[in-house]
T-cell receptor
Framework: NAGVTQTPKFRILKIGQSMTLQCTQD?????MYWYRQDPGMGLKLIYY?????ITDKGEVPNGYNVSRSTTEDFPLRLELAAPSQTSVYFC??????WGNGYTFGSGTRLTVV | DAKTTQPNSMESNEEEPVHLPCNHS???????IHWYRQLPSQGPEYVIH???SNVNNRMASLAIAEDRKSSTLILHRATLRDAAVYYC??????????????FGKGTKLSVKP
């Protein structure tokens, strides 16, 4: 199994540009998450989804949008990139139910200049 | 939200046991205790989780105090590959915002040869 796959691994954006960070999982997990991690800091939750068609905001949703049309895919959209969005972005998934562990992707390193 | 307190950093010698402490004095009865680790330049990796009883797996052991207000992650024989940031996280019932993993700054573990 591939687990959680994120693309691209690296990207440089100019201020005001848009892009979509892709995330797909092949474990049939209901729950999916997007986190960002700034240098030297812990992860902050951007958005999460408990199933296809259902999404909700996390701690830091401003400047981002998500959709969940299938169980497998959970793309993160940046509409107007700003330098404050320079970060490493991690996608994760988990089974529903108490106490299940998350599986994380390897991350997308985004720089906005 | 229930929160955890961990030391900022710890050091260990290779092949010696490591005990990583975590305090969670405001834990609720439905909070699971999760541990993740993040190796340099990688996404977080699930280590272990538990509710009330001590837990063992191939990676580590989790010792939970009887009152559940603290726990300890035990690496039985530290290797250089165990050098990482270790996060202790409380997870409530999934599906609502309290069910999401909320990361703190964790404990940075250094392992000396």
């Amino acid at each position: 199994n591939a687990g959680v796959t994120q693309t691209p691994k690296f990207r440089i954006l100019k201020i005001g540009q848009s892009m979509t960070l892709q995330c797909t999982q092949d474990m049939n997990h209901n729950y999916m998450y997007w986190y960002r991690q700034d240098p030297g800091m812990g992860l902050k939750l951007i958005y999460y989804s408990v199933g296809a068609g259902i999404t909700d905001k996390g701690e830091v949703p401003n400047g981002y949008n998500v959709s969940r049309s299938t169980t497998e895919d959970f793309p993160l959209r940046l509409e107007l990139a700003a330098p404050s969005q320079t970060s490493v972005y991690f996608c994760a998934s988990s089974y529903s139910g108490w106490g299940n562990g998350y599986t994380f992707g390897s991350g997308t390193r985004l720089t906005v200049v | 939200d229930a929160k955890t307190t961990q030391p900022n950093s710890m050091e260990s010698n290779e092949e010696e046991p490591v005990h990583l402490p975590c305090n969670h004095s405001t834990i609720s009865g439905t909070d699971y205790i999760h541990w993740y680790r993040q190796l340099p330049s990688q996404g977080p990796e699930y280590v272990i989780h538990g509710l009330t009883s001590n837990v063992n797996n191939r990676m580590a052991s989790l010792a939970i105090a009887e009152d559940r207000k603290s726990s300890t992650l035990i690496l039985h024989r530290a290797t250089l590959r165990d050098a990482a940031v270790y996060y202790c996280i409380l997870r409530d019932v999934p599906g609502g915002s309290q069910g999401n993993l909320i990361f703190g700054k964790g404990t940075k573990l250094s392992v000396k040869p």
